[in-house]
């Protein structure tokens, strides 16, 4: 058994792959998985998967990704990624978008470019809460 990629309990897990989009493989729409994913080539569009997508070197990503794990070991990635459980990214990756997730590594050598919200994801938008300040503001006496 092969352990995976910041697995921090030091415990081996199984790598094996259910899919393989591999080098020289240009796809473009939706991919939805179970298990584990692996991308070692082009994918424009969009990702949903319950387990885990490596991005691998030289892979070519752009869309949106919403797993539950996302791991970034190479390649480019210009997307919005929404992990359910965690997002790690590691050099020589090169990540353009949003990254939520309520657990993000992010390895030395990264190029990042973008934001990080590091929380549980919300199934829906909550509306605005107002703050006591901005309700004063708008009582009349």
Do not use: Q, W
């Not at 584990?36 to 994918?43: A, M, N, T, W």
């Not at 939520?100 to 994801?121: N, Q, T």
């Amino acid at each position: 058994m092969e352990s995976t990629p910041g697995d921090a309990s030091g415990a081996a897990r199984p790598a094996e792959i259910n899919a393989l989009l591999g080098r020289g493989t240009h796809f473009e729409g939706k991919l939805f998985f179970e298990g584990r994913e692996r991308i070692d080539g082009s994918f424009k569009g969009e990702i949903r998967g319950e387990d885990v997508l490596v991005i691998g070197e030289g892979a070519v990503v752009a869309g949106e990704v919403h797993v539950a794990t996302c791991i970034v070991t190479g390649g480019e990635v210009d997307a919005n990624i929404r992990a359910r459980d965690a997002i790690e990214l590691y050099a020589p990756s090169r990540v353009t978008g949003t990254l939520h997730a309520p657990a993000i590594f992010i390895d030395r050598g990264v190029r990042f470019e973008g934001s990080c919200k590091m929380a549980p994801l919300d199934e829906e938008t909550p509306a605005p809460v107002e703050t006591p300040a901005e309700a004063r503001s708008g009582d009349p006496g």
